[in-house]
């Protein structure tokens, strides 16, 4: 952990909040839990609420899953190196005496050698982004005795130009080094392991490009919709919600070119290079959606959830196509589809190759490698074998690889949990960038401009449903070929 691998103390600003509940101190306790916090570790809970200790106590143990025998016991452990200070994110008081706080937590690390080494989680919306790094910089910065890394949440913006102000408010004071902008897709086992898959198999690198790849879709299916949330995804949409960060961070790892290295700058250098390369979004490859209700009539419409404004034109669903102009991907689709309110759960990607030539009475096939993110993470590929037997049927099998059977026991980390430590660990590879980040806006907002105007037609589709028609058409159209289609389907499992 460098410098942070004996002594830190992690602050979470905004330690009252549902972000602070479900994601960053249950990660916070696992890591602790499973001993990958270092030894000489406080964590400072932050914000306005006003509670006394024994309150916080109370509602962290709230937030932690006991039923493993003997975790009540590291409860109590982790309880005991929390504490709660409450104050103001706009005025200076609160950050003064949460300084005055931290320091008397360090003052037997410091006698026994050991730096102020600080870590930051803004667990809040970024609308307090700025006055809080101005608020911890001037008040709570360790400066030259120790070290500090800021860990910012998204969403990182509303367009490009919002984008350029928050950044605006954090660059002057916090240098690019020491911000982890979290991204919690790139914790995910399966997308860390893409850059493996590819570039430690020669098998697959060797194929992958234009020569060999038809195309490449890259899909994420929620089976519900927003469940009394809706103001909040109001705001959003599905494209600003998934597709601007997850979906365009995993197809920025299959795509990119090789890093030089693997350190954490130059996979980054090679990921903004690839969203360089990306062509202006063609308006003719987008299609817009949003859920009504079920064909059944026992699922609601978006419109339908009360929290949701009245007449509402939010997207809960997004097919669209991008072109990379460089050579390794020139004329080859990758198109990203997401939604609400979908038949099933599941991201993944899926990776069609070329067609066969095709043999006799035998029609051309064609090959997929799948990596499926969630549910249940595997690796896959479909392939066309001889069906077993006396005859010479043909059938596509899939050459599976589960992770629950190739690797049974072994705990997958969640996302959270992976990233902080990455953060304490100074890796960077996991995390997005800032001028990443201006890139991406920029191949977005025209389009978000566009799907936002009053002309733009928003498919209506069944909750419940695999999406709008359109977007079947739009997949049709450049070329995608599901298993049904395939002339060899069912598949036969191995």
């Known amino acids: 952990m460098g410098a942070f691998k004996d002594h830190v103390v992690i602050v979470v600003a905004g330690a009252s909040g ?21 030894q000489s570790v406080r964590i400072v809970g932050y914000a306005r609420t006003k509670m006394d200790e024994a309150e916080y106590h109370r509602r962290l143990a709230s937030y932690f899953k006991l039923e493993d025998a003997g975790v009540e016991q590291k409860a109590a452990e982790f309880k005991a190196l929390c504490t709660y200070v409450s104050g103001q994110y706009d005025v200076p008081d609160g950050f003064i005496k949460l300084r005055e706080h931290i320091e008397e937590l360090e003052a037997e690390p410091v006698r026994q050698g050991y730096k102020r080494n600080r870590l930051f989680y803004l667990a809040l919306p970024p609308s307090v982004f700025g006055p809080v790094c101005t608020g911890i910089r001037q008040n709570v910065y360790p400066g030259a005795d120790g070290e500090a890394r800021l860990i910012v949440e998204k969403p990182f913006g509303h367009d490009l130009d919002s984008f350029r102000e928050l950044q605006g408010s954090i660059a002057p004071q916090w240098p690019e080094e020491e911000v982890y902008r979290i991204d919690h897709y790139l914790g995910k086992e399966m997308v860390k392991n893409v850059i493996n898959l590819r570039f430690f198999n020669r098998l697959f690198e060797s194929v992958w490009n234009r020569d060999n790849i038809a195309l490449v879709k890259i899909q994420f299916k929620e089976p519900f919709g927003t469940e009394g949330r809706g103001g909040y995804f109001d705001e959003f949409g599905i494209i600003r919600d998934v597709m601007q960060n997850h979906l365009l961070q995993v197809l ?13 700058e130059d996979i980054r250098d090679e990921k903004v290079r690839l969203l360089r390369a990306i062509k202006p979004i063609n308006l003719d490859d987008v299609v817009v959606g949003q859920y009504d209700r079920s064909l059944d009539g026992t699922k609601p419409a978006y419109t339908d959830d009360e929290t949701v404004p009245a007449g509402s034109r939010c997207s809960t669903y997004a097919a669209i196509s991008i072109d990379i102009d460089n050579e390794r991907w020139a004329g080859v689709p990758f198109i990203m589809t997401a939604g609400k309110a979908l038949d099933e759960a599941l991201v993944d990607v899926r990776i069609q190759f070329k067609e066969s030539a ?13 990596l499926r993110v969630q549910p249940k993470e595997a690796i896959y590929m479909k392939l066309v074998t001889k069906y077993p037997g006396y005859g010479s049927k043909v059938a596509v099998s899939d050459l599976e690889l589960p992770y629950s059977k190739r690797f049974p026991g072994i705990r997958i980390p969640e996302a959270y949990e992976a990233l902080i430590l990455d953060a304490l660990n100074e890796d960077h590879s996991n995390f997005v960038r800032d001028d990443e980040l201006d890139v991406s806006w920029r191949i977005f907002t025209p389009l978000l401009q566009h799907v936002e105007s009053a002309d733009t037609k928003l498919e209506k589709y069944p909750y419940g449903s695999q999406g709008p028609a359109g977007a079947s058409g739009l997949l049709t159209k450049k070329g995608y070929i599901s298993d049904e289609k395939n002339p060899y389907f069912p598949v036969a499992n191995l």
């Open 252 to 264: 920025s790892l299959v795509a990119m070119e090789p890093p030089k290295t693997f350190g954490p």
């Open 18 to 38: 549902d972000l602070a509940k479900k994601k960053t101190f249950p990660a916070l306790f696992s890591l602790f839990r499973h001993g990958l916090l270092p």
């Open 358 to 370: 095709g043999f006799g009475d035998y029609p051309s096939s064609r090959d997929e490698l799948v």
